[in-house]
């Protein structure tokens, strides 16, 4: 379940990161402009002062304005930075969500064969067992047949004649008539017929 999250966290964490970059820059643009004054002054200041030597005053002016002037361009190649940094988020961004959409596929593929899987398991078992239960009714139909033949033999008991349970229960695993492993109902039949099931499909073979 992780892996499954996984690509989601990355967007939104890269999402973030955008948004905070962006205030930063937002910031950084508003402090240049501030600057941008300070730098037209200085230029200004450059261009109508003498070669000569100046007052201390203008001096001191001078330095302050280079320094502004320094930060301003500080202040420039941040801001370019920051926008490169976020051209490079936003590709980041993009590339996640595309491998996430694909995650998202594979996972519904994964899903879709898992429920394949499993219907086809299901049948597969059901069909198992249906042959289960046939051959092992099949092996008690031959059981009572041969049960019956034993005791019209032993009674000289000619074909047609009724066999009740009780008749036949001594030739019989446990003195007991078998019952269907699918819930169906034996029919001993007369002495000469087969036994039948009423479950469809559990029948005794010809020649058994």
Known sequence: MKLKFL???LVV?????????YSANQKQ????????????????????????NQPQAQTDEL???????ADL??????VRQLRDQNQQLTRQIQSAQTQAQAAQAQAEQFR???????????????????QSQNLA????????????????QQNNKPSGTPVTPGDIARFL?????????????????SVGLPPTCSTPGHVLPKGQ
Do not use: H
Request: glycine share 4%; net charge neutral.
């Open 63 to 69: 330095t302050r304005l280079r320094t502004e002037n």
């Open 112 to 130: 879709n064969s898992a429920v394949q899987a499993s219907a086809q398991a299901q049948q597969a078992q059901a069909v198992a067992q249906a």
């Open 73 to 78: 361009m500080r202040l420039r190649n941040e």
């Open 137 to 152: 009714c099949i092996n008690n139909l031959r059981q009572i047949d041969a049960a019956k033949q034993q005791w019209a």
């Open 13 to 21: 964490a890269s999402f973030a990161i955008v948004v905070l970059l």
């Open 7 to 9: 690509p989601w966290f």
């Open 173 to 189: 695993r446990g003195n007991i008539l078998p019952t269907c492993p699918a819930g169906g109902i034996y029919l001993i039949n």
């Open 29 to 52: 643009e508003a402090e240049l402009a501030q600057l941008r004054p300070a730098g037209q002054e200085l230029e200004q200041l450059r261009a109508t002062l003498p070669d000569t």
